[in-house]
């Protein structure tokens, strides 16, 4: 069965505390992992396309990674707006898109 | 470059009512996808059209429907409301010629049944 898994669920660092976020994924052939950022209210927010292992794509603070089992969203030196909740989704053979729950980031001043 | 456009932002409806909630893709995508976002499931496919064909279709009651039109534009409709369709129901636009492509999305409307 297709599944996406994102831990932690939320996590609370400080202004500055580089931390990792991850998206692990069991899915019959991957098109693609896609990852979001969603703020309260609103839709969620395109931020990487990662197509095979060992891509990584990086944008200001952040950088994700991609393995055969596994992808993480680096967080370097984080302020508090990159508060918000970060998703992960994946496409499979049958191009369907199953998205993680996601996980809560603070970053606290 | 406009992005997704969904309306209304907010609605509220009573049991058995019918809804009809429509979105705007981004210029030029011809793919359009609705989500249903609730704080326990997260996430959920509803369908996916592309040139006014429904290419994809998720695990909902046929209550759920939609359509798209030669401008691509969306709709979707949700007949004989119940307590459990409240939620944010978002709608997604891509080029939609291949996989592997990025969806982008709308900021949703917030669907309360009372």
């Known amino acids: 069965e297709d599944q996406v898994t994102q831990s932690p669920e939320a996590l609370r660092l400080q202004e500055g505390e580089s931390s990792s976020l991850n998206c692990s994924y069991t899915?019959?052939?991957?098109?693609?992992l896609f990852w979001y950022r969603q703020d309260p209210g609103k839709g969620p927010e395109f931020l990487f396309t990662?197509?095979?292992a060992g891509e990584e794509k990086e944008k200001e603070r952040l950088k994700a990674t991609l393995t055969k089992k596994e992808s993480f969203l680096h967080i370097t030196a984080p302020k508090p707006e990159d508060s918000a909740t970060y998703l992960c989704?994946?496409?499979?053979?049958?191009?369907?898109?199953?998205f993680g729950t996601g996980t809560r980031l603070t970053v606290i001043p | 470059k406009a992005g997704v456009t969904q309306t209304p932002r907010y609605l509220i409806k009573t049991r058995g009512q019918q809804v009809t909630l429509s979105c705007s893709p981004i210029?030029?995508?011809?793919?359009v996808s609705w989500y249903q976002q609730t704080p326990g499931q997260g996430l959920q496919f509803l369908f996916e059209?592309?040139?006014?064909?429904?290419?994809n279709k998720g695990n909902f009651p046929g209550r759920f429907s939609g359509r798209q039109f030669s401008n691509s534009r969306s709709e979707m409709n949700v007949s004989t409301l119940e307590l459990g369709d409240s939620a944010l129901y978002l709608c997604?636009?891509?080029?939609?010629?291949?996989?592997?492509?990025?969806?982008?999305f709308g900021d949703g409307t917030r669907l309360s049944i009372l």
């Open positions: 997604a636009s891509s080029l939609g010629e291949a996989g592997g492509q990025p969806q982008h």
């Open positions: 899915v019959s052939g991957l098109r693609g």
């Open positions: 990662l197509y095979s």
């Open positions: 989704a994946v496409q499979t053979g049958a191009n369907n898109l199953f």
């Open positions: 210029s030029g995508h011809r793919s």
């Open positions: 059209y592309f040139s006014e064909t429904q290419r």
